[in-house]
């Protein structure tokens, strides 16, 4: 009886002896390798004076909720428990997305080299291309052939982003001007004489009135003599 109680107490010892010991700080370095070996460039905040229980046996880290931001530790050992570890890094990784989805939406403008005077010609040099987030309206510029030699309206501050508003307008058809009106139907060609109600550029809807019967129609200014009622 006295040698099979040695031989259990020897057999306990050896038992307790190969039992792995996870103290709170060999729990945290379980941790910090579990992440890494999901990504080495996440970045994350753990507490490093949490008082974790120890666990006799062994440790598994899995993800709580299908991200990383909370983790379960289970203690598979003697006396097993589990524990729920904050790590926040899902709102580091969403920011960070959020950022680069900022960046991709830049737009293209044309803006002011430097200080440009009320009257000034625009010339290649007057202007740079710069990429913004947010231009505050559609009524700017991308293409420089659209803006070289045209004359300001407005004197413009350096890096001003050049609008519609900023530049005189270069009449096609003034209002009150004679023009010709064309309508087309099917193969007969018409031409009228008409007065312009609007000053237009080249491309402009605007009204016209026919001379000869008086009536207001619309249509697209062709070029600095006609109106067209047909596209």
Not at 143 to 171: A, C, F, S, Y
Not at 210 to 220: D, T, V
């Amino acid at each position: 009886m006295k040698n099979y109680l040695i031989i259990i107490l020897i057999v306990f010892l050896k038992s307790s002896t190969l039992m792995a010991i996870y103290e709170s700080k060999d729990i945290l370095k379980e941790v910090h390798s579990f992440l890494n070996s999901k990504n080495k460039n996440l970045e994350y905040e753990i507490n490093e004076r949490l008082k974790i229980p120890k666990c006799y046996g062994e440790i598994k880290i899995k993800q709580k909720y299908n991200n990383l931001k909370t983790l379960e530790i289970l203690c598979l050992g003697e006396k097993s428990w589990k524990y729920n570890l904050r790590t926040n890094i899902s709102s580091k990784i969403n920011n960070k997305q959020y950022k680069s989805k900022s960046k991709k939406k830049t737009i293209a403008v044309l803006v002011s080299v430097g200080r440009l005077k009320r009257g000034h010609l625009i010339k290649d040099s007057d202007i740079k291309v710069k990429y913004l987030s947010q231009i505050g309206g559609s009524n700017t510029f991308s293409k420089r052939t659209d803006l070289i030699g045209k004359k300001l309206k407005i004197p413009l501050k350096e890096d001003q982003i050049i609008r519609e508003r900023h530049l005189v307008k270069n009449w096609v058809i003034k209002e009150g001007q004679k023009v010709k009106i064309e309508h087309k139907k099917g193969n007969l060609l018409i031409l009228v004489d008409g007065i312009a109600l609007n000053s237009g550029m080249k491309g402009d809807y605007l009204e016209v009135k026919n001379e000869n019967s008086g009536k207001i129609i619309k249509g697209w200014v062709e070029n600095n003599k006609k109106i067209t009622i047909f596209r």
